[in-house]
């Protein structure tokens, strides 16, 4: 089954609670144990939201069973070491599904003073299934206005800020099929500008907006430590502007679509945004999708337990706050025909969807 709702989880120090950085627990952990905070539901039952967990450093390799602390993915975070192979550690959270994470054993800081047990798959997936139902039953997004998503982002900043950033090569290979080369290019969601500087190294004149100040800001100190010379925008694209027939292209960072909780506010702006583009310029959307029938069923179950008000797919994410918090934003998910049905009610025309994006272009008068 597809997850709509992903386990998430953190590691903080204890007081104040604060996210904890790789660097700072190897130095904390060097000669004795050290109690964390953890953070999240990725873990299930073995470590409730919120509790101190001591954690001593390590003495060789961790064994299976044993409850680690790792950093994934760059972040540091308290996952079971399901499987140990030569310099590498399978890490897998008791309540997530998936084949779980291989980091390198130098990617291990620590071992939790918890039970080493090694859950059964059907365990975990059952704990992730009454997870999924129980989100969908019972909890909404905080605002549908929009502020929810722009604290997450805001305050997610520093963690997107990348040394070397780099589109996706399906993506760009996407962008130079859609967009005339050396045209200007609107990013709508450019966040910390990873998209906006890839472009603008492809040769693109780019201009990106973003609602979120922590993400124009970091995008802006970027872009003149590269010397580039890069608009960024604070705003919200909704009473955001362009000359008409200005653009050779839009490019959506991922699900921003999803973000605009009015069905009408984003018609409105698809139709806007059209007149902007120049003859042949085409919008590259992201929105998030409803794939697969659990998700489907989730998404109904959500609509059914919110009375039926609203639109089908009103859904939200989950984040953790800096502080720890547990949070959700709103997000619309989208069937197929429904984002169809909006991008023609705003006289574009829906052609091929590949992987994170589908291509609209302005349809023509018959």
């Given amino acids: 089954m597809r997850p709509l709702w992903h386990p998430v989880s953190a590691v903080l120090l204890p007081e104040p609670p604060v996210l904890a950085s790789a660097q700072v627990l190897r130095l904390l952990l060097k000669t004795a144990p050290f109690p964390v905070r953890y953070a999240g539901d990725r873990m299930g039952n073995a470590i409730p939201h919120g509790r101190l967990v001591s954690v001593r450093p390590l003495a060789g390799s961790p064994r299976p069973g044993e409850v680690v602390l790792a950093v994934v993915e760059g972040a540091p975070d308290l996952l079971r070491a399901a499987a140990v192979d030569g310099e590498r550690v399978l890490l897998q959270g008791d309540a997530e599904g998936g084949s779980g994470h291989w980091v390198p054993q130098g990617g291990v800081l620590g071992v939790a003073d918890l039970p080493a047990r090694l859950p059964a798959p059907w365990a975990r997936a059952a704990r992730r299934l009454l997870a999924d139902l129980g989100e969908a039953w019972c909890a909404r997004a905080e605002a549908r206005d929009g502020g929810d998503v722009r604290s997450k982002y805001d305050a997610q900043a520093p963690f997107y800020v990348a040394s070397d950033p780099v589109m996706d090569p399906s993506l760009m290979t996407r962008v130079r099929a859609a967009f005339s080369p050396g045209g200007k290019v609107l990013v709508a969601g450019s966040g910390v500008g990873t998209e906006c500087f890839a472009l603008a190294a492809a040769g693109y004149e780019v201009c ?36 008409p027939g200005s653009l050779a292209g839009i490019l959506f960072t991922y699900d921003v679509y999803s973000f605009l909780a009015d069905r009408r506010e984003r018609i409105a702006l698809l139709r806007r945004m059209a007149a902007w583009l120049a003859p042949g310029g085409a919008i590259l959307l992201s929105a998030r999708r409803a794939r697969g029938v659990w998700v489907r069923f989730l998404l109904t179950l959500q609509w059914v337990a919110g009375g039926g008000r609203g639109l089908w797919g009103a859904s939200h994410t989950r984040w953790i706050s800096v502080r720890g918090e547990l949070h959700r934003s709103f997000v619309q998910v989208f069937s197929s025909r429904a984002l169809a049905r909006e991008a023609h009610a705003a006289g574009l025309r829906q052609m091929d969807w590949d992987g994170g994006h589908g291509c609209l272009t302005v349809a023509r008068a018959a």
């Fill in 208 to 243: 990106g907006v973003d609602f979120a100040p922590a993400m124009v800001a970091a995008a802006r100190v970027q872009a003149q430590r590269r010397s580039l010379r890069i608009l960024f925008e604070e705003g919200d694209l909704r009473a955001h502007r362009e000359p």
